[in-house]
Each structure stands twice: as C-alpha cells, then as structure tokens.
C-alpha cells in the first residue's frame, strides 16, 4: 500500500536561513507528489506538485521540490525562510488509480527571529 | 483560485445531538469532493469520498450511519454527524477535485472545528 513518511515532526529555523523539510513515500509505479501548507486554522493549500517531467519542481512562495526516485523521496526547500512560513507542512501522494490522496504526518516549521 | 467554504467554521454540540456542516465550491464545479478529519498535531484521515448523485464512499472504520454525507449538487456536499459524543470532537476539513488524473486540482475548505460537551 501506498504511504508517505515525514521523519520530522517538527523543525525550527532561523528566519532567512535555509530549509529542507524531507519526505519518503512508498508506491510502486511513478508517484504523483503534492506539498500542501496548513497555516493554524486554515484549510491546506498546495504549494507544488510533481506528476512528470523535471524532478525539480518550483512552487508558490519560493518553495521547490526535487523527486529522486533513487531514494524514494519528495524533499521541500526554500532558500530562505521568512516568518510567515511558520506553519504545517504535508507531503502526500496519490494512490493507485488516482483516487485518494495519501497524507503523511505532518511536519510542523517554527521559525525564530 | 477556486475556493472551497465550509460552514460553520467552528460549531459546540451537546452530546447526542446532531450537527451538519456544509461544503461548497464557490467558483467551480466539483464532481468529486472529500471528507477528512484531523485530530491535534495529527494528519488528514479520510473519511469519505462523495461524487455528485451518488452514495459516498467509505473509508474502512468509518461509521457511515454516524457521519451522514450528502452530496446533491456540484458545488455542495454536507457532513452530518449523528447523536454526536465527545469522541466526534475534531477538525473536519472537505476539499474539492476537478480535473482528472494527471491535470487535476484538489482544494481544501478552512475546516469546522467541531466541540462535543
């Protein structure tokens, strides 16, 4: 069966420094990889998606993603992090046939000044 | 973007009564839409999968008698939950799928967070 695992349950970085939030799914085919944002008490929204094509994928507010297929992962990056990044972050995956979306756990982003 | 509402954003029920949350896409149609809840720190579990006219679809260790949903037009599905218990307590987040499988969008309401006293 299909799963995504965010090994990180949460991370604190500096504002402008670097992040990396990592992500491994399990599935058997060419995954189809989603990273969506969850601000408190929001709904999610989706920051990239990767279906095919350049494993490099860019997304909304300076976020990327690279999928390696080699080590089964989907990582989430930005350059530098601003405050308003604080926020949760799923990583999921389609499953087989395309139907359900598969979440992972969740990784919570602290940023400090 | 499209936009997903959900109504009430925040609802407080004495148990065993029963409450409904409504889900709508206000700029789009939506032939598929989902039900998850999130627990604290925790993430989206599906609950169920409704399409337009038709019965939803459940997922395993869902009670589909005690989370009643209808979907009866292509902007509007709604979660009841029945003769609700302080164990129905939870953020209910709804989303919207148009498109299909490898162009499609999937949106996300704001949630109900849902307090059973």
């Known amino acids: 069966a299909q799963s995504v695992t965010q090994p990180d349950i949460h991370i604190t970085v500096s504002e402008g420094a670097s992040l990396e939030l990592r992500c491994n799914y399990s599935?058997?085919?060419?995954?189809?990889l989603f990273w969506y944002v969850q601000s408190p008490g929001q709904g999610l929204q989706l920051l990239l998606k990767?279906?095919?094509?350049?494993?490099l994928v860019q997304g909304i507010k300076g976020f990327e993603a690279e999928f390696k297929r080699s080590q089964s992962s989907f990582n989430l990056r930005k350059p530098s992090v601003h405050w308003s990044d604080a926020a949760e972050y799923f990583c999921?995956?389609?499953?087989?046939?395309?139907?359900?979306?598969?979440f992972g756990a969740g990784t919570r982003l602290f940023v400090k000044a | 973007g499209a936009v997903v509402s959900q109504h009430p954003s925040r609802v407080i029920c004495k148990s065993g009564t029963s409450v409904k949350i409504e889900c709508r896409s206000l700029?789009?149609?939506?032939?598929?839409m989902f039900w998850y809840r999130q627990f604290p720190k925790q993430s989206l579990m599906l609950m169920a999968t409704?399409?337009?006219?038709?019965?939803?679809?459940?997922e395993q260790g869902v009670e589909k008698d005690k989370f009643l949903i209808n979907h009866a037009s292509l902007t509007l599905s709604t979660l009841t939950v029945t003769s609700a218990h302080p164990e129905d307590s939870s953020f209910y987040i709804c989303?919207?799928?148009?498109?299909?499988?490898?162009?499609?969008?999937?949106?996300f309401g704001p949630g109900t967070r849902l307090t059973v006293t």
């Open positions: 599935y058997g085919a060419t995954p189809y």
């Open positions: 999921a995956v389609l499953n087989t046939g395309g139907f359900k979306t598969i």
């Open positions: 700029d789009f149609q939506a032939t598929t």
């Open positions: 990767y279906f095919s094509g350049d494993t």
């Open positions: 409704s399409n337009e006219g038709s019965k939803a679809t459940y």
């Open positions: 989303s919207a799928r148009v498109g299909s499988l490898g162009a499609y969008e999937q949106y």
